[in-house]
């Protein structure tokens, strides 16, 4: 009765489910495999489209688009603070909000598809929060009141721990219905909202205890250079004048 048409040509679509136990990478082999043994002629093109097509298009690169990613925030913060240490503070947060999702998706049995991805990719986002609350307070302290490294991210994890732990509750909260939530197309969210609430309850419990040991000890790696280029300029003046 209907002859579908895509891009001119006469079209059939094959839907597939992927089966308990296997992801989505291992079923688009598969589907691959088959269609390389089948040696269907020049004329027949097959293609994938929807998640399968995503997956495809976006699993090769999804290293690169996770650094592209990483590099665009460490410019903007850098730019920001004017430093090129206390960017990496920051984005020192991101490691442990990684692991809470993946650990997430591993406990609830959740495949790591394009939309647990995303998840991920959304965290780097929300869990920065954390280090940028503490970091920026620090360093306003160290500005104004010239207090020392240790003594100002001790009083801005301090004061900064209210405002970090509403925020993440709020976030958290927000992922509750994606992550458990029922009805159509609830599966699709899933993995979304698992990688969120676990990336972001493992990063509160961590960051605030890694943040400001890596702040300390980038603070007084950076501020090594100035004092070691102090150093050798009076014994080079010296060499100069004699």
């Known amino acids: 009765m209907t002859v579908a048409h895509q891009g001119q040509f006469p079209v059939v679509t094959v839907s597939f489910n992927v089966a308990k136990g296997y992801s989505l990478g291992q079923a688009v082999d598969a589907i691959k495999e088959a269609q390389q043994e089948l040696g269907m002629p020049a004329s027949v093109q097959a293609d994938f489209q929807g998640t399968a097509a995503a997956y495809d298009s976006i699993g090769s690169n999804l290293v690169l688009l996770i650094l592209a990613a990483l590099v665009a925030v460490y410019i903007v913060l850098g730019t920001l603070y004017e430093s090129f240490v206390h960017p990496l503070t920051i984005l020192s947060t991101l490691p442990s909000a990684g692991v809470g999702a993946l650990l997430a998706l591993r406990m609830l049995h959740q495949d790591l598809d394009i939309i647990a991805v995303i998840g991920i990719i959304l965290l780097i986002?929300?869990?920065?929060?954390?280090?940028?609350?503490?970091?920026?307070f620090a360093l306003a302290?160290?500005?104004?009141?010239?207090?020392?490294?240790?003594?100002?991210?001790?009083?801005?994890?301090?004061?900064?721990?209210?405002?970090?732990?509403?925020?993440?509750?709020?976030?958290?909260?927000?992922?509750?219905?994606?992550?458990?939530?029922?009805?159509?197309?609830?599966?699709?969210?899933?993995?979304?909202?698992?990688?969120?609430?676990?990336?972001?309850?493992?990063?509160?419990?961590?960051?605030?205890?890694?943040?400001p040991v890596i702040y300390v000890f980038f603070d007084r790696f950076a501020s090594r250079v100035p004092q070691k280029q102090a150093n050798t300029a009076p014994g080079d003046l010296l060499a100069g004048q004699a």
């Open 125 to 136: 986002g929300i869990v920065q929060k954390n280090g940028i609350l503490i970091v920026d």
């Open 141 to 211: 302290a160290q500005r104004n009141e010239n207090t020392g490294p240790e003594e100002a991210i001790f009083e801005a994890s301090k004061l900064r721990f209210r405002p970090i732990v509403m925020t993440t509750l709020c976030a958290l909260f927000a992922g509750i219905p994606l992550a458990f939530g029922t009805g159509i197309g609830s599966e699709l969210r899933h993995p979304l909202g698992i990688a969120m609430v676990g990336g972001l309850l493992v990063s509160q419990l961590l960051t605030l205890f890694t943040t």
